[in-house]
DNA sequence: TATGTATGAATGAATG
DNA sequence: CATTCATTCATACATA
């Protein structure tokens, strides 16, 4: 822990309070996007009592939860090459002691390809499922957030749908 | 924790495999820069062939090789600026594991506000808003200043006084 | 085993 | 509103 000097540097991000989530999820649950200026004060004057938070704060926070929203897109286009039903769970035994360089930068990775994922001998115990919800009878929204893919797991996309990129 | 001291935790991170990072290198080093969605597809796909992937994944990781990439560049030209790792938060009480989706809700044990950059001295009262929804309101008001009032600190970017609605 | 470092992923803010 | 940047966190991973 170093104990390091405990700065009085507040976050220069805005953070929002588990309280002020709720809120603004509700909110942004009931409808309407992007709340008028007239809503946005409103919002921001109630969150602002569960801890610091600006007109910006809530504003932003609407818009990136409608981006944020647009997950689930982005159909495969027509080539996709994925569905890989391979638990390619051989034996990774090799522990390649990377010295420091062999990750980084060109290697001449002997057979890679299997080595991907660290071991995952979780594959036993691989029962859970993302049931990690906490019984908080919020509104249940839509933000899900999947991950990448992994060996024997489905999701595919988390962030958003798009993450961008101009066309 | 090696009885069941295992948490939900299902959420490993994609590693990528030599191979993978090879070719995403070379893609980024041909100065292909922000690759278009179209390219990030060919890239998965490509990329998909040597192990699981995502498009997240590969967005993720231009995303972060780009701003690795300035970040390394920074401390040497004019000002130092080391000091990479170092979470200089102060932790008021404990900010180790990061809950992100845990919501607490009416709680009767709500003590999370702990999260955001100050302290709130825990009103621990859901008022729930009265800001319901407001059928038939388009923002037409003028601009909305409100920046975020850090206590003690300013915001070091300027965010202009409206957040840039309605223009 | 504990700690440090590297890196992918989440999110708030900025910009166009 | 769409896209990208910047900052932070969590976790993999190497090391002592």
Redesign the interface.
Known sequence: MTS????????????????????LE??FD???G???????????S?LS?????????V??WFQNRRARSKRKQ?GS?S????S?LETEVESPNEKKTKPEN??S???P?PR??D????N?EITS??H???????P???NGDE?L?G?????GSYN????AG??????
Chains 1, 2 share one sequence.
């Not at 009592?49 to 704060?57: A, K, L, R, V």
């Not at 080595?115 to 660290?118: E, G, V």
């Not at 595919?156 to 962030?159: C, E, M, N």
Request: hydrophobic share 30%; aromatic share 8%.
């Open positions: 390091a000097g405990h700065k009085i540097t507040a976050r220069q991000r805005w953070t929002p309070t588990p309280v002020q989530l709720q809120i509700r909110i009931q409808g309407t992007t709340p008028s200026k007239q809503k946005i004060k409103e919002i921001t109630e009592q569960h801890g610091q938070i600006s007109e910006t704060n504003y932003n982005l286009s080539n996709n090459a994925e890989e062999l990750l930068g060109q290697n990775a890679a390809e080595l991907c994922f660290q995952p115990e691989l859970f499922l993302g049931v990690m919800s906490n908080t009878t919020f933000h957030s991950k990448m893919g992994m060996p595919i996309y988390d962030q798009d993450y961008g990129m101009a066309g």
